[in-house]
């Protein structure tokens, strides 16, 4: 397809496509991707001598093995990635390389993808791997876009994507506020499930800011949503796991032959092994349970504006004991005002036309013309339950929140239809989104990383790293972008850096950004709860106490479970033993650079 077919082919829509929008998204979905095409100057890449094949096994044994592979599943099933690299869109991402790409866009690329239609196929797939020594990388959906999307951390991976064709839910339990969903579920496809079922009032799901990510796939790599429900991971219940060896297993009490309670009691007997299944690369989900909300009998979605930088201390302590009992009831959202200047979708030339990070002058400037009008911070929260009760916590919050000065609290009903916060209140009530795209316009060919580090709900530790991330990106000449993500005891820091993806100045500023910021935030005793496949390898090494005694455990739980080191090389920063000492490990010294040297012989 051309690039300009690309830009006027419509917005793929579920049913049709499990990855696709939910007709009551159409249009928003239809502005979105005009937006971003409008922005777009990237040409289309051209590529030679294909597929890339991955290190430690010779070309012609590799086309073989895949040309054996296709005759076990069916030609149809297996994709060889040797056509020019199609970067897409959110709603029409690739699963072939990262379309938000730091690096060369040859780095994180896929040799091939291959579509599973079950468990057994999967099984398939690894015992293939296992026999010819081939790197697999599994994806659900591969929208984790700001964190690799869909790429594989060593480049010609056979990347498996299990969304395509196990796509089913397959249960859903409205007694018990359950469900068993597959990899290619979508929360978009979840929640037009339980509409089709007339139960989306009855029970809520759990959303991200964009509702396109598989749930199973957000889950295990420990994303968040904005319910009370919001810890993914926390509210799982059972897994279906296929190990690199092959074998399945049924963690919690799926392990019991006839049991009754896999997605009511997530632990069963004995250890708990489903975390070492998040984050990591020790097995392919392949089935897990999700609990659902009760809805909670009524909502009321409310904003609160501070006006200078200095506030956010205050704030933090005065959220932290309403956090921490409940009264502040959801993960909510403190936002900067640039991020909220640049979620109007538009380009950052329309604010400013010079270099370097856009001046807070322009930026409260612009922001003053805002329905929310001038303001620093920017609170979104959402009350649940019954008027009574909402009201009691309402009085309670503006009460606290109104003791700093210049504190607003913005009435909904001033806001018109379009303005973020509806985005937000959506959100908080389970109803999935898109809205949340529209910062990437900040930069033409936008793309983001996120820094994300965790931290306690304190105002020193807001404030400390508020002042680093801004003396950081003002070294680096970049917009600053802060959003606190406050859960029940600690806080995520997400911050994107938005760049062009065409512009391989922007992307080594951004990259060196990053680097430090990971770096010096660590310093202080930051860590991140996620990163970017680039920058796996440093944050792993930042949990280093006792001499990386945690990282020489997960190597071992590795090589046990993983000895041809087949399933995710490097994913999270662990080696298999294969490649270790072969200088795979990304840092600032390796640069742009993904690859070792070989790896060892089968
Ligand atoms: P989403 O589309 O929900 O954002 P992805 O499908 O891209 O998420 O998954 C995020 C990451 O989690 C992937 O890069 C992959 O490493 C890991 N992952 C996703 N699905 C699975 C799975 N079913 N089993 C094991 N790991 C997975």
């Known amino acids: 397809m051309s690039f300009a077919e690309e830009a006027k082919s419509d917005v793929p829509t579920l049913p049709g496509t499990h990855s696709g929008i939910p007709t009551y998204l159409l249009e928003k979905a239809r502005k979105a991707k005009e937006g971003i095409f409008e922005g777009r100057t990237k040409p289309q890449n051209e590529r030679q001598k294909l597929p890339v094949v991955p290190q ?17 599943l069916g030609d149809e099933h297996i994709e060889i990635n040797d056509k020019p690299l199609r970067d897409g869109w959110y709603m029409e991402h690739p699963n072939t390389h990262d379309s938000m790409t730091i690096l060369d866009e040859e780095e994180f690329v896929a040799s091939a993808i291959v579509y599973p239609g079950s468990t057994e196929e999967v099984q398939q797939i690894v015992h293939w791997a296992n026999k010819h020594r081939v790197p697999i990388f599994p994806i659900s959906m591969g929208r984790n876009l700001g964190y690799g999307g869909a790429a594989p951390r060593v480049r010609g991976s056979v990347t498996v994507d299990l969304g395509k064709r196990m796509n089913k839910i397959l249960d859903i339990n409205p007694e018990d506020y359950t469900c068993l969903v597959e990899p290619g579920v979508s929360f978009y496809a979840l929640y037009e499930a339980l509409k089709e079922k007339g139960l989306e009032e009855h029970m809520w799901i759990d959303t991200p800011d964009l509702g396109g990510g598989s749930v199973i796939g957000n889950t295990v790599d420990r994303g968040v949503g904005y319910t009370p429900y919001g810890d993914h991971w926390a509210m799982h219940s059972g897994l279906e796991v296929v ?3 092959g074998e399945v297993i049924r963690t919690g009490m799926g392990a019991l032959p006839g049991n009754n309670t896999w997605q009511a009691f997530p632990y069963g007997f004995g250890p708990y092994s489903d975390g070492i299944f998040s984050q990591s690369n020790y097995g392919i989900v392949t089935k897990m349970g999700m609990t659902l909300m009760p809805n909670p009998g009524g909502y009321e979605a409310f904003m609160y504006t501070f006006a200078k930088d200095e506030d956010l201390e205050q704030l933090m302590e005065i959220i932290r004991p309403l956090r921490i009992s409940n009264i ?27 270099t370097g990070p856009v001046p807070q002058e322009v930026i409260h400037a612009a922001a003053a013309q805002t329905p929310l009008g001038d303001h620093s911070w920017a609170y979104y929260g959402m009350a649940y339950g019954p008027s009574h009760i909402r009201a009691h916590k309402l009085a309670l919050i503006d009460q606290e929140f109104k003791r700093i000065p210049g504190a607003r609290r913005i009435d909904p009903a001033t806001l018109p239809e379009d303005e973020y916060f509806w985005a937000r209140e959506r959100v908080a009530r389970g109803v999935p989104d898109i809205h949340e795209l529209r910062w990437v316009n900040w930069a033409p ?26 003396r950081i990106h003002e070294q680096y000449g970049i917009d600053f972008f802060p959003a606190f993500c406050v859960g029940l005891r600690e806080m995520h820091l997400i911050v994107e850096i938005v760049f062009d993806r065409a512009d391989a100045e922007q992307k080594a500023r951004a990259l060196g950004c990053l680097r430090d910021l990971v770096d ?17 390898d440093q944050v792993a090494g930042t949990y280093s106490w006792n001499d990386g005694a945690l990282m020489k455990f997960n190597e071992r739980l590795k090589d046990a479970l993983d000895p041809n080191g087949i399933l995710a090389p490097g994913r999270c920063g662990i080696w298999p033993k294969r490649y270790r000492g072969r200088g795979w490990e990304m840092t600032r010294e390796s640069g742009g650079q993904s690859e070792g040297d070989g790896v060892e012989s089968a």
């Open 56 to 72: 430690g096994i010779e070309r012609d044994e590799f086309l073989k093995a895949l040309a054996e592979l296709k005759s076990q």
């Open 243 to 245: 190990l690199p060896m």
């Open 328 to 354: 502040l009831e959801n993960v909510a959202q403190v936002r900067h005002v640039t991020q909220s200047l640049a979620a109007i979708g538009q380009p950052r030339t329309r604010f400013y036309s010079g």
């Open 445 to 470: 060919n936008g793309a983001h990383i996120a820094f994300s580090p965790v931290s306690p709900i304190r105002g020193r530790d807001a404030m400390k790293l508020f002042a680093l991330g801004k």
């Open 520 to 536: 010096q935030a660590a310093r202080e005793g930051y860590g991140e709860y996620r990163t970017h496949l680039v920058l796996m």
